[in-house]
């Protein structure tokens, strides 16, 4: 594709329920990053995955966070029990190395009533 | 301690004067350093970004930045400010001691009087 898709781009949902949010990475790009954005604050690091694998999940707040990329493309993140707190932009990012540049999806709002 | 440090939380100039938005980064490994900007409501463009080629960096728009290794400085700057420019801007670091995972700063918020 032309560029990271993140899909929904709006989800709300209701305190307690289980949410998914699915990230489709640029053709070819290895890692992978989610980032969350509450209003007015940078980004903030979730989980990075290298390949299939989650390299870092140190940013993943309490064992609600989920994340899973089975076929090194697509990654899912998901969120049980939602809280009113978890309401934000969920970003994602890919790119192929270190040493390049990261591209940014248009984010999931989710919002958590 | 604060990996990556903006120290400037709001700069306000005026249309057609410099911008200078000052980044300053922690790591004792060679990094890749990037600006993202942000507008209102829309999602976060690359700037430009430093991966050890040339120390002055030019990007998008006029911007334009130098990575001071001495200073472990990366301060973005623009000649003259556009009303266009006005938005928030991220520094953000890549190091193999945060385990290449993209560290970002708190954010500029830019305001350009016209």
């Known amino acids: 594709g032309a560029g990271v898709s993140q899909t929904p781009s709006n989800k709300v949902t209701e305190k307690g329920k289980y949410v998914e949010l699915r990230c489709d990475p640029i053709?070819?790009?290895?890692?992978l990053y989610w980032y969350r954005q509450s209003l007015g604050q940078g980004p903030e690091f979730l989980i990075y995955?290298?390949?299939?694998?989650?390299?870092?999940d140190s940013g993943l707040p309490n064992d609600r966070f989920f994340a899973v990329r089975p076929e090194g493309s697509v990654s899912t993140l998901k969120i049980q029990r939602t809280e009113r707190g978890d309401s934000a932009v969920y970003l994602c990012?890919?790119?192929?190395?270190?040493?390049?540049?990261?591209?940014f999806g248009q984010g999931t709002r989710l919002t958590v009533v | 301690a604060q990996s990556v440090t903006q120290l400037d939380s709001h700069v306000s100039v005026s249309e057609g004067t410099p911008v200078l938005l000052r980044c300053n980064y922690s790591s004792s490994y060679s990094p890749s350093l990037f600006w993202y900007v942000q507008h209102p409501n829309k999602g976060l463009q690359l700037l430009l970004k430093?991966?050890?080629?040339?120390?002055l960096v030019k990007g998008i728009n006029g911007f334009e930045a130098e990575f001071k290794k001495s200073e472990t400085s990366f301060h973005l700057t623009k000649p003259s400010a556009h009303m266009s420019d006005a938005a928030e801007y991220f520094c953000v670091v890549s190091t193999m001691e945060y385990g290449n995972k993209l560290v970002f700063g708190a954010g500029t918020i830019l305001r350009v009087k016209s």
């Open positions: 053709s070819g790009h290895t890692a």
């Open positions: 990012a890919s790119r192929t190395d270190r040493n390049t540049e990261a591209f």
């Open positions: 995955f290298q390949g299939t694998g989650a390299a870092d």
């Open positions: 430093y991966t050890s080629a040339a120390t």
